[in-house]
């Protein structure tokens, strides 16, 4: 039995259509997208897009040490890893130590504008693949308040190593 409700617990997790993709985490990337950048994170704007969207998208929390909060199908295939494992990583996580002063001095950069664009660096998947990110974009993920919830980051551009 206690397999059954893990299963659910997981399910219900996950983006599916079980629980509509997570649409109400999904419309917060978007809108606050859309509100940073003036322009559409897609163009069909909707959660079962994004999570299917042929692009990695990504969100932290608020924490000290923030938690990945999503990672689309393409981000937890980039970083080879599934919903669960992803969403209990320190985002910190996805770079190796030796470029992660980079990446927080970025994190700074973005908080004082709310978004930057162009942004490049080195990452690293669960089983050690390196790879470079370029022309990323990250944002502030704010709710329908405007209060900060998070940050987000989304890249077309990426080379194994």
Known sequence: MWGFFRFMQLVMKQPSK?????????????????RFTGRALLAEADAKSLYHAPFPVLSHNTADDP?????NLAAQRLWEMDWEALTQLPSRLTAEPMHRDQRSDMFEQMRTKGWIANYEGIRISATGKRFRIKNAIIWTVTD??????????????YTPL
Do not use: C, P, V, W
């Open 144 to 157: 329908r308040a405007g209060q900060r919830i998070g940050e987000a980051a989304t890249f077309k551009d």
């Open 67 to 71: 938690i990945l909060t999503y990672g």
């Open 18 to 34: 079980l629980n509509h993709f997570q649409t109400k985490h999904a419309n917060l990337l978007m809108h606050s997208y859309q």
